[in-house]
C-alpha cells in the first residue's frame, strides 16, 4: 500500500517536480493548484502527508492549513509547507500556522525526500 | 553695522554728577567766600551784588541737572564759569567784565555738543587774555584787587573752575567708556541671530538690536510685561516664564506659536535675568528652520520609503526567481541521480552544471536580497556568544568540495588551545566568512592556496583571508563596496565577479562596527582582513 501524498501549489513546474520525484519513490500523489479544492480532495483522497505551498493564488497556504487543522477527519494529516520565503521570522510564521515542517524552495532532493520520508511513514 | 534703533535716555546719576557736583562745590565756594568776607569784618552789602551774580551758574548748573541735556548743560555752565572767574580774577566787579560773560557763551555754542575739553581751553584763553589785559592796564583796575578779599575771592573761584573742570574730564572720560561699551554692546546685539532686547530693573526698555525693533515693525514694547500684548494666545506661558525665572534667577525658555501680530510663526524666546536686575530677552524666529526642516523631514521619508520600496522589491524579485530556480535545481538533481535511468556521458556533465549555476544563482539572490536589506537598514543583527573558530571550521567544510574541485588548497591556522569567543551575529559573520571563501577560492587558479588565519588581538577578532589567485587592480580596488559599480565597469565578464560578495562583506562588518582591509596585486593575489569587535559596546 504506497503512501499518498497531497500537493497543493500554483505552479506548474515544481508540481511536476515535486509529483515525479514522489512517485519516482513510490508514493501516490493528488495534485491541485487551488487551496480551495484541497479540503475537499483531502476528504475523499485521506493522503499521510500534505505538501503545501505557501503563496498561492486565491487563498495563502497558511488559510487552507488552519482549515485543514480545524477539521476534525483532517487535523492529524502532517502538513509540510513549501515555499520560496526564505526570509528571517518566515519558519516561525509558518510552523505558528500549524504546519508540521518547512521545506525552503529550492529544494534539495536528498533532504526533501528525508523529509517527506519522516512524516510519511510515521502516518 | 549700524547705531541701536532705540535707545531711551538713561537716567543714571553717574551721567549727571559731572553737571551737579561741580555746581554744588562752586555754590559751597561761594558760601565760604562770603563767610570769610563776613568774618573779616567785610562789607556784605557791597559784596551781594557781585555774590548774586556768581551764583547763577551755581543753581543753573543745580536746575540744568535735572532737566537738560547733559552735554549742552556742562557747556553752558562752564562758559558761565568761565565768565564769571574771568570776572572775579580781573576787576571783582560786575560791569566792565559783562562783554566777556556773555561773548563766551556765543562762542562755545559754536562747538559741538562733545567737544567739552576744547570750550575749556578756549574759555581758559579768553580768561587769561582778559586777566593781562587787566594787568596791562587796558581795563580799569579792580576795586578789590590788592585786598585779602580779592584774594579769598579769587582762590574760591579758582577751586570752583578747577573742580569742574576735574569733574568734565572724569565725566567725558566716563562718558566716553559708557559710549564705546553702548558701540559694543551695538556690535553684538547686531551680531545676534534673532531679536534682542534689554530691559532695566524697572522693566523698562533699554535697548534693542535691528532685528528685535524688526520684529515689531520698530516699534518694540517699551516694556517687558507688555512683550506679548495681552490678546496673545501665548501670553500665560511668556508670564510663566518670566515669573519664574524671577523667582529662580535662571534663565527661561518658552517657544511660542505665534508672532507678535497674531499670526502663526514659531519663536524661540529666552528670558534672561541680569546682574543689574534688569532682563535681555531673545526672541528667535524659528518659522523657516521649521518649514525647511519639514522638507527634510518629508526628503526623508521620500528616501526611507524610496528604500522600503526597494528592499520590497528585491524580496519580491528574490521569491519570483527561485520559484523557477526550485524547477532548474530540482529537475537537474533528479537527473544527477539518475532517477529514471542511466544518462549518456555528457549529459551526466550538463546536468550537473545546471545543478551548480542553479546553486550558484541561489547564492547570488540571496546576496542581492542581504545587500538590499542592509542598505535599507532592515538587516537586523542577533546578537550571540559564539565561538569563532567553530564557524570558520563549517565555513571551510562547506566550500572544501568546491576548493577541491578547483584544486586549491585551504589551510587554516587556528590557535585550537583558544576559543574565540565573540558577540555577533552568527549568522552574519558566517556569510562574511563564505563569501571571503568562496571568492578566494573562485580566483584561484588550479595547484592554488588560500590561507586563513584568525586570533584575537586588542579585543578584536582579525580574520584574514589570503589567496593566491588573480587580484585586482587599483580601480577594481577602489570599486569594492559600490556594488552598483560593477555593472558598469564590466567586471562580470571576467570570472564570476566579486563585487557583490565584498560589498555584502563590508556591509555586514560595517553593521559589527567592524573594518575591512583589502590588499591586492594584480597577478599575485588578495589579502582580505576582517577586523570585527569580539564585545558589543
Redesign the interface.
Known amino acids: 500500500m504506497p503512501k499518498k501524498v497531497l500537493i497543493v501549489e500554483d ?1 506548474e ?2 508540481m ?2 515535486f509529483a ?2 514522489l512517485e ?1 519513490h513510490g508514493y501516490e500523489t493528488r495534485q491541485t493548484r487551488e487551496g480551495l479544492k484541497a479540503i475537499a480532495i483531502a476528504r475523499n483522497f485521506k493522503p499521510d502527508l500534505i505538501l503545501m505551498d505557501i ?1 498561492l493564488p486565491e487563498v495563502s497556504g497558511l488559510e487552507v492549513t488552519k482549515w485543514i487543522k480545524d477539521d476534525p477527519s483532517l487535523a492529524s494529516i502532517p502538513v509540510i509547507a513549501v515555499t ?5 521570522g518566515d519558519e516561525k510564521r509558518i510552523r505558528d500556522g500549524g504546519c508540521e515542517d518547512y521545506i525552503a ?6 533532504s ?1 525526500l528525508a523529509k517527506i520520508r519522516k512524516f510519511a511513514e510515521v502516518a | 553695522m549700524t547705531v541701536t534703533i532705540h535707545q531711551p535716555d538713561r537716567s543714571n546719576i553717574i551721567d549727571k554728577w559731572p553737571v551737579f557736583l561741580p555746581s554744588l562745590i562752586w555754590l559751597l565756594a561761594l558760601l565760604a567766600t562770603l563767610l570769610a568776607v563776613a568774618l573779616r569784618g567785610g562789607d556784605i552789602l557791597a559784596l551781594l551784588p557781585f555774590a548774586l551774580a556768581a551764583a547763577i551758574p551755581g543753581l543753573l548748573g543745580l536746575i540744568l541737572s535735572r532737566f537738560t541735556n547733559r552735554e549742552w548743560a556742562q557747556i553752558l555752565l562752564m562758559l558761565s564759569w568761565a565768565g564769571l572767574a574771568v570776572m572775579a580774577c580781573v576787576t571783582m566787579g560786575f560791569m566792565p567784565s559783562a562783554l566777556i560773560f556773555i561773548a563766551v557763551p556765543a562762542i562755545a555754542s559754536l562747538f559741538q555738543r562733545e567737544k567739552v575739553l576744547e570750550a575749556i581751553i578756549i574759555a581758559s584763553l579768553i580768561g587769561a587774555i582778559t586777566w593781562f589785559a587787566g594787568r596791562l592796564g587796558y581795563l580799569p583796575a579792580p576795586p578789590f584787587m590788592d585786598s585779602a578779599l580779592g584774594r579769598v575771592a579769587n582762590l574760591a573761584v579758582m577751586s570752583g573752575l578747577l573742580a569742574f573742570i576735574l569733574a568734565t574730564l572724569f565725566g567725558t572720560a566716563s562718558r566716553r567708556s559708557q559710549a564705546s561699551m553702548d558701540t559694543e554692546r551695538t556690535y553684538w546685539r547686531d551680531g545676534v541671530e534673532g531679536g534682542l532686547f534689554e530691559y532695566d530693573a524697572e522693566d523698562r526698555l533699554i535697548g534693542t538690536n535691528e532685528q528685535g525693533a524688526a520684529q515689531f515693525g520698530g516699534q518694540p514694547p517699551n516694556y517687558l510685561l507688555n512683550f506679548l500684548p495681552t490678546e496673545h494666545a501665548d501670553r500665560s506661558a511668556f508670564m510663566a516664564s518670566i515669573d519664574s525665572a524671577r523667582r529662580t534667577r535662571q534663565a527661561q525658555a518658552l517657544r511660542i506659536s505665534h508672532d507678535a501680530s497674531g499670526l502663526a510663526a514659531n519663536y524661540d524666546i529666552r528670558v534672561t535675568p541680569l546682574a543689574s536686575k534688569g532682563w535681555l530677552v531673545h526672541a528667535h524666529d524659528r518659522t523657516d528652520d521649521e518649514a525647511q526642516l519639514e522638507v527634510l523631514r518629508q526628503q526623508g521619508a521620500t528616501f526611507a520609503q524610496d528604500s522600503t520600496d526597494k528592499t520590497l522589491f528585491f ?1 519580491g524579485v ?2 519570483e526567481l ?10 537537474s ?2 537527473m544527477r ?1 539518475r ?2 535511468g542511466p544518462l549518456p556521458g555528457k549529459y551526466a556533465e550538463y546536468a550537473d552544471l545546471i545543478h551548480e549555476s ?1 546553486q550558484h544563482m ?1 547564492d547570488l539572490i ?1 546576496d542581492v536580497l542581504d545587500l538590499s536589506r542592509v542598505e535599507a537598514g532592515r538587516y ?1 543583527l542577533n546578537y550571540d556568544t559564539f565561538d569563532a573558530a567553530d564557524v570558520i571550521r563549517s565555513s571551510i567544510k562547506m566550500i572544501r568540495p568546491a576548493a577541491d574541485a578547483a584544486e586549491v588548497v585551504i589551510d587554516v591556522n587556528l590557535d585550537l588551545d583558544q576559543a574565540l569567543l565573540i558577540q555577533a551575529d552568527r549568522r552574519a559573520v558566517r556569510q562574511i566568512l563564505l563569501n571571503l571563501l568562496s571568492n578566494a577560492v573562485k580566483f584561484s587558479n588550479k595547484g592554488g592556496r588560500v590561507d586563513v588565519d584568525a586570533q584575537a588581538i586588542d579585543g578584536d577578532l582579525e580574520l584574514t583571508v589570503t589567496d593566491t589567485g588573480v587580484g585586482m587592480s587599483a580601480e577594481e580596488l577602489a570599486h569594492i563596496g559600490d556594488p552598483y559599480a560593477q555593472g558598469q565597469a564590466g567586471q562580470l565578464s571576467d570570472k564570476r565577479g566579486t563585487g557583490l560578495g565584498l560589498s555584502l562583506v563590508q556591509s555586514l562588518t560595517k553593521l559589527h562596527h567592524g573594518k575591512m582591509d583589502v590588499r591586492s596585486i594584480k597577478g599575485e593575489g588578495t589579502r582580505v582582513k576582517i577586523i570585527l569587535p569580539l564585545q558589543v559596546d
Open positions: 505552479n513546474l515544481n511536476k517536480l515525479d520525484l519516482a503563496q520560496a520565503f526564505a526570509m528571517k524552495k529550492p529544494i534539495t532532493v536528498s526533501f | 524580496a528574490s521569491h527561485r520559484t523557477p530556480l526550485n524547477a532548474i535545481i530540482g529537475f538533481d533528479m541521480s532517477l529514471f542553479g541561489l540571496g537586523e
